[in-house]
């Protein structure tokens, strides 16, 4: 089953990570243009990097690579919630089942304002 929406016009952009920032001043079109050129693993290992040098290079103890499955899932899943105007798009959009999008968005705090499908 192919997933026919264009996402481009979806009535939830309150879930937009990029207007929350935008909102906040964080960042803007120009920061969104030059992203679009990092791949997303250059991305991250920029935001570790980033991190590390907070921490002065003390970095330790905290179980990253443990981590990262959570992490990921968690921005995918807010990804969908983000992008897909009901829960059986989203679902299909991850991938998985209705009972298992529940339990991510459970799991991960995300909140449902999903129009019921």
Do not use: W
């Not at 998985?96 to 991510?104: A, F, G, I, Q």
Request: hydrophobic residues 40%; aromatic residues 12%; glycine residues 4%.
């Amino acid at each position: 089953m192919s997933l026919k929406y264009d996402f481009s016009v979806t009535e939830f952009k309150e879930y937009s990570l990029i207007k929350k920032y935008k909102e906040k001043g964080l960042i803007n079109d120009e920061f969104l243009s030059l992203l679009n050129h990092i791949s997303l693993e250059d991305l991250v290992a920029l935001k570790l990097e980033s991190v590390i040098r907070l921490c002065n290079g003390k970095f330790f103890g905290f179980p990253l690579y443990h981590s990262l499955k959570s992490v990921v899932e968690k921005s995918v899943t807010n990804i969908a919630a983000s992008v897909c105007p009901t829960k059986k798009q989203a679902a299909l959009f991850l991938g998985v089942l209705d009972v298992k999008l529940r339990d991510l968005y459970k799991k991960h705090d995300i909140n449902d304002n999903f129009k019921d499908s």
